[in-house]
């Protein structure tokens, strides 16, 4: 064990001031601050930086930060790992509170905020989300929808994508001319 620590000691630069690490230190700590980031991510949580809430922002840009440091040597690298498994942990920690109490994960991530009810939008909504009616209709759009009488509801959801459900179709109507007069018929078109 002693070898090992004696030839990663050199290596990575460790006990060296920021401005004394080589290029070859510096590429080895990235790879190292590299694998020990995605084996840390990897215990966390799979939705992490995937669908990620302002709560998973938050983690993913202070474990960069972190990594930064650790990388250019600005950090004691062993220190800021341990740092770095922290932070993960806090952030599990949180998650797991977030799951059990309802409350908490209101608290921490926030609420869902429907923007469009039965094709009307809530202006009231929209400002309070700083969203425009123009914002609105590009993400419509990005869903295929063309107008918001489409829409039976739409929300802002917590990692701030706008989720849309829409209406459903009206049943065309079609007249038939018929012996005796004119007959209304109703047929479902899909």
């Known amino acids: 064990m002693d070898d090992l620590w004696g030839m990663l000691r050199p290596a990575l630069g460790l006990g060296l001031d920021s401005k004394e690490l080589g290029t ?3 590429a080895l700590r990235a790879a190292a ?17 995937g ?5 998973d922002v938050i983690l993913g840009i202070m474990l960069g930060s972190l990594a930064s440091r650790a990388i250019t040597g600005n950090a ?10 922290a932070l993960l942990a806090t952030h599990w920690a949180f998650s ?3 799951l059990r109490w309802h409350g ?3 608290a921490i991530k926030g609420r869902p905020v429907v ?13 309070a989300a700083h969203l425009t009616e123009h914002d609105l209709h590009e993400d419509l759009r990005r869903r295929g929808v063309g107008r918001v009488e489409q829409v039976a509801e739409a929300r802002l959801e917590r990692n701030g994508d706008i989720s849309v459900v829409r209406a459903e179709k009206p049943p ?6 018929v012996a005796d007069g004119v007959q209304t018929v109703r047929i479902e078109l899909g």
């Open 76 to 85: 004691p690298l062993g220190p800021t790992l341990a740092a770095a498994g």
């Open 172 to 177: 065309r109507v079609v007249e038939v001319r």
């Open 96 to 98: 797991a509170l977030a």
């Open 115 to 127: 923007l469009v009810r039965e094709g009307r939008t809530d202006e009231r909504a929209m400002r």
């Open 24 to 26: 070859a230190q510096m």
């Open 104 to 106: 908490f994960g209101v």
């Open 33 to 49: 601050v590299y694998a020990a980031m995605v084996a840390a991510v990897r215990l966390g949580k799979k939705r992490f930086m």
């Open 51 to 55: 669908q990620a809430t302002a709560f």
